[in-house]
Nanobody, 120 residues
Framework: QVQLVESGGGSVQAGGSLRLSCAAS?????MAWFRQAPGKEREGVAA???????YYADSVKGRFTISRDSAKTTLYLEMANLKPEDTAMYYC?????????????????WGQGTQVTVSS
């Protein structure tokens, strides 16, 4: 069983930065950040494999950076140049046998979420 606990969300003005963290217990394969805004579907933001290969949604490329520590127990999301449209609940997720990193149904474990609010 994998447990995921996010932290680091908050409120920031447009153009600001935030760093999200996700503490993971148990062995994981692909790890990712998803987000969900009110009234919208959950969408993949970024993912990273155990070998360090990274994937990003087009909407965050060049602004967000996903990483994990060498022990692979903590996942990070560095968010820069934040925009109001980045406002959402952000979730950490882990997949054992993913086929598509952007597909929420491919993920076996989820954190409780951390809120990110960007004001204009």
């Amino acid at each position: 069983q994998v447990q995921l606990v996010e932290s680091g969300g908050g409120s920031v003005q447009a153009g600001g930065s935030l760093r999200l963290s996700c503490a993971a217990s148990g062995f994981t394969y692909l790890m990712a950040w998803f987000r969900q805004a009110p009234g919208k579907e959950r969408e993949g933001v970024a993912a990273i494999s155990t070998s360090g290969v990274t994937y990003y949604a087009d909407s965050v490329k060049g602004r967000f950076t996903i990483s994990r520590d060498s022990a692979k127990t903590t996942l990070y999301l560095e968010m820069a140049n934040l925009k109001p449209e980045d406002t959402a609940m952000y979730y950490c997720a882990a997949a054992m046998y993913p086929t598509r990193w952007v597909s929420p149904s491919d993920y076996n474990f989820w954190g409780q979420g951390t809120q990110v609010t960007v004001s204009s």
